[in-house]
C-alpha cells in the first residue's frame, strides 16, 4: 500500500489537502467568448468555419445513415462546438472530434451505437453495397478506442451539461400558430433549423429565439412575410427579444451567403435573395441601433469553456501531442498513433495526476450551490493575522562603570 501524501504547504501557502475546483457547467456561450477561445486556440477565422461546416456536415451524413433522430443532430453538434473551443484543432482530427460528438450524443439522447457502428456507417457511405463491411472488422478497432478516450474530454469540454435545446418542436407550433403554409415555409423553416447547427447560435440562443429566426426568415425568403414577428409582437412572452432573435438571423445570412454550397437552404435559392433580405435587415437593425451581438462584455481573460469557471479553475492548456489523429482519408480508419489511455487529461488541460499538484476539478450545474461552497472552503484557508503594538522603554544607562 502506497503511503499517503503528507499534509503540507501548497502552492497556494494552504496547509493540508487541495480545497480542489470547482467548474460551473454554463448552457450559453456569447459571442465574445467565442471569439476569446478561437484567439487561446490560435485559430483563424476562414479555418475554423472550414473545419467547423466540415464536421457539422460529417455528423449530419452518418446521422441520416444510421437513421438517427434530429435530437441527436443537435445535440452532437453543440458537443462539438464546445469541443472545438477547448482544444485546438491542431490537437484532433475533425473527423475524430465529430465520430466522438456523434458517439456522446447517442449516449445522452438515448439512441445507443457503437463506436464501430458510427465508423462503419461513415466507411460504407462511399461504397457500393458490395464493397461495403460490417462493424466487427478489424479495421475499426484502434479507431474505436481512440473515440472512446475522446468522450471523456467531450464531456469535460460541457462541463458534463446534458441539458439541450430542440428548436424543432417549438418550430411547427410556432408555423402553426401564424398559420403558414406547411409545405413551403414550413418545411423551409425546418431545413433553416438544421442549418442552424452550422453556426454557434444554438450555444448563443434560447429554443425560442432561435425557432423564432427560422420561421421569419422562411417567411422573407419565400416572399410570405410574418408582420407580427417582424414586429417583434410576442417576443417577451418567450423570454427573448428582437435585437437576440436579429443576431440569429444575421448568422443564418452569414451562413447562407459566405457558405452557401455547405447549407440545405442555401442551394436551393439565389444569393441575391439572401443579400437583399440582409440588407433589409440591416436597415433595421442600425434604425433601432441593435447591437450585432448581444451580451458583449469588456472581459478579456482567457476562459474555460467559453466561460469564466468558478473557485480557481485554472484556463485550458494544449492537450498532449501524442493524442489521436485522424486519418487523411476520412472514410477510411486506421491506427492512431497513441493508445486511449493516453487520449484524457484532466480537465484543466494538464498531464499532472488530479488531486495531487493541479487538484481535483468538480463539475457542477448550479451556480449558486458552487458560490456558497467556495464562500465555506475559503473561510478555513484564509490567512488571519493579528498585529500588536508594544511599546518598550528605552533600557536606561548600564550602570556606570
Known sequence: MAPAQPLGSTENGHIGPHPSYIQVAKPYVFEQKLQECMIATGVTEAKEDNIRLQGIAWIDSVRKTLQLPVRTYNTAAVYYHKFRLVHADNEYGYIDAAAAALFTACKIEDTLKKSKEILCAAYNSKLTPAEQVSPDDPMFESPSK????????????????????????????????????RETVGKTAYNMSLDL??????????????AIACVELSGR???????????????????TSRPEVMETLLDLLDLYTHHRASTIVGQDHAIE??????ITL?????????????NSTSIKKPLTNGVKATNGTKDIKATPKNSPISPRDPTAPQRSRSPPSTVASTATGSKSRAGLKDGTVRFMLDPERARDEKGA????????????EVEVEKEKERRRG
Open 146 to 181: 481512440s473515440i472512446i478516450g475522446l468522450e471523456r474530454l467531450m464531456l469535460e469540454a460541457s462541463g458534463f451539461d446534458f441539458r439541450n435545446r430542440y428548436p424543432q418542436k417549438l418550430l411547427l407550433k410556432l408555423a402553426k400558430y401564424y398559420d403558414v403554409d
Open 197 to 210: 447547427y452550422r453556426t454557434f447560435a444554438p450555444i448563443k440562443q434560447t429554443t425560442p429565439t432561435m
Open 221 to 239: 425568403l419565400l416572399e410570405q412575410n410574418i408582420e407580427e414577428l417582424e414586429a417583434g409582437n410576442g417576443h417577451k412572452q418567450w423570454r
Open 273 to 278: 435573395t439572401f443579400i437583399a433580405i440582409r
Open 282 to 294: 440591416n436597415q433595421e437593425a442600425s434604425a433601432n441601433k441593435y447591437p450585432r451581438h448581444t
Open 377 to 388: 472552503v475559503a473561510a478555513y484557508l484564509t490567512v488571519e493575522e493579528e498585529e500588536y
